[in-house]
């Protein structure tokens, strides 16, 4: 559900004068804000009106009581890095106007010559041949409208000798003695170093802070030295001609390969951007048994893009964890299944990706393009392919392409002949993304026919609906996503059947935790910091729908009910509350001290988090490209 009316819930008892005199005769009711839909708060918490300054006032008192958790010498380094980049910023400015300055006089002297030239009735200067004429059979790209000349008009021999930009392209009858030089081609000696460049090192810049950069402690899975190139030369000869693989690589059985033992397990979905490594390390303090990496595309695999292959990394204390494919044929799952084959990377299962959405992905025939009936093969063939190493298979989809005409259950059935381990189903369809609630009745009619185990996924928020969801049908466990992005600590509920009322200080804890291992994974320098507070704020996106437990007026919070506006019981909580994209940015400036000036944040995803500006008029921030405004 967006949040059209979050947070805005003003007083709809605005009489106008004339109605105020004359009220008519209705029930109280009636001047209510209209809660149907909404996670209903506590009457006492409940802000009607004032709520943006309220906000605004908790965060004035908290910056004074907080401290940032990154040291003092990045802070002074940040505020030194900026007045330095505006002295720059200054001086480039002025040096450019002096060039402006100066060529505007350089032109006005020629002017004035050409106007004393033409009065004094004296012939045009000769013009020089064009250089591109004789160097090819080729016309000149500037046509008629080239100031120089393309024919012969008997110019005398090049002044300029081995120098020449022209490649002597002229006629004369006089020879001239040969010069040294005049043999090598126009483009040689562009190369040979002769310029204005020539002896000029260009400027490069330092990473600051390079004794904070990431100290990746506990993280597995780096690629060993001279492993990229091997395979790099493989692909050269073999890949990029699109022949078949000529590298041995043994297919392994399924049915010899390690089953995997999800039976009521806790299972964190895997999660683009707000997936990260430090965000898992969280999930499995509070007790997530299963964890998954970021989707990995398997053509960047297999081109060895650093920033790919880094999404592999995991975490000491992950202790079941699964490497999440996207490909688009049986082609790249066997060459990636060989080249995973070939590391030592530490991980349980592999799991291919047919349920993402995005419209990036499907036109590619990746994510929940592979579901459909005319790519099934494919799906089939990248789940043999991946076989090539030594982990078992799971994959991951949705009910179909529309929630009105589900498909899975026409071919869930199969799933074993291709060698799949387990399933998970996401209980919505490609056309509804992330909306409305999850099909679980759908979920459970698919299991009954599924002949392996069945992970359903959708809606999980709290303990009670864990139970219920295992209780109801034959499933082994239940993945959560967005549940564990608004409450990370739901996997310690589940396991203590508890409602936790977690306190802001809590919370705030949480973040400081975050903060910490994200400068472990990203660096502590000016650029990890950055990186740190991108992905806070993202994660912040989701963080706010939470409304704590002591306010709600009846349990559990559901994910389809928007939260009613409403102050919290201290400053933090109420902070934390807000929705707006610029609370997020000062909440990451109790942690990791103050912004860049100019810094605005975005969500990558489609969070509908708006943001207010002067003028009051509330604008939803809907990607990183799109903007809807709020009558």
Known sequence: ATVSVLY???????????????????????????????????????????????????????????????????????????????????????????????????????????????????????????????????????????????????????????????????????????????????????????????????????IRGTGCRPTWDGEINFMPPGFAKKWRNLASANWRSGEAMTTEGKWCDPKEKNHLDWKNKLYLSPLTTVGNLPFRRI???????????????ADNLIRFQTSEWSLLRKHESEKNFGIQIAARNGREAEWLGKILADTDFDYNFVDVNCGCPVDLMTDRGMGAALGEQRNREKLKGIVKGLHYQPKPVTIKVRIGYDERNPTLHTWIDQINDWGVEAITIHGRSKRQRYSRLADWKYIYSCAEKCPVPVVGNGDLLDYSFFNEKLET???????????????????????????????????????????????????????????????????????????????????????????????????????????????????????????????????????????????????????????????
Request: hydrophobic share 30%.
């Open 8 to 206: 805005c819930q003003h007083n709809m008892a605005d009489p106008t004068p004339t109605a105020a005199a004359n009220p008519a005769p209705q029930d109280d009711n009636s001047r209510k804000p209209d809660t149907r839909g909404m996670c209903l708060v506590k009457e006492e918490f409940v802000c009607l009106s004032g709520w943006t300054e309220i906000v605004e006032q908790s965060y004035e008192r908290l910056k004074n009581v907080h401290q940032p958790v990154i040291s003092e010498e990045i802070i002074k380094e940040r505020e030194a890095l900026i007045a330095k980049e505006k002295e720059d910023e200054a001086a480039e400015q002025l040096e450019v106007e002096e060039r402006e300055r100066e060529r505007a006089e350089v032109e006005a002297k020629r002017s004035a010559l050409r106007k004393k030239k033409e009065e004094l009735g004296l012939p045009p200067p000769t013009r020089r041949m064009c250089c591109l004429f004789g160097q090819s059979d080729k016309p000149c790209t500037f046509g008629g409208l080239c100031k120089f000349l393309h024919e012969d008009d008997g110019m005398t021999p090049c002044q300029y000798g081995a120098r020449c930009s022209s490649g002597h392209a002229f006629r004369d009858t006089e020879v001239r003695e040969k010069r040294p030089g005049d043999d090598i081609p126009v483009s040689k000696r562009q190369k040979s170093g002769r310029g204005m460049n020539k002896g000029k090192s260009r400027m490069t810049t330092r």
């Open 283 to 297: 999930c499995t303090q509070f007790g997530a048994d299963i964890t998954c990496s970021e989707m990995a595309v």
């Open 473 to 631: 049908g034959d499933i082994s466990s239940i993945m959560t996503g967005r549940g564990a992005l608004m409450k990370p600590w739901v996997f310690t509920e589940v396991k203590e059947r508890r409602h936790w009322d977690i306190s802001s200080s809590e919370r705030f804890d949480i973040l400081k935790e975050f903060c910490r291992v994200g400068m472990d994974h990203w660096g502590a320098d000016l650029r990890g910091v950055a990186t740190t507070r991108r992905f806070l704020c993202e994660w912040l996106s989701f963080l706010c729908r939470y409304v704590p437990v002591g306010l709600l007026e009846t349990l559990p919070q559901k994910h389809n009910e928007r939260p009613q506006a409403f102050v919290g019981r201290d400053d933090m909580e109420t902070l934390m509350g807000s929705d707006r994209s610029s609370d997020w940015v000062k909440i990451s400036e109790l942690l990791l001290g103050p912004v860049e000036p100019g810094f605005v944040f975005t969500p990558k995803h489609k969070s509908s988090a708006y943001t207010v500006s002067k003028d009051g008029q509330k604008t939803i921030v809907e990607d990183e490209n799109s903007k809807i405004e709020l009558e």
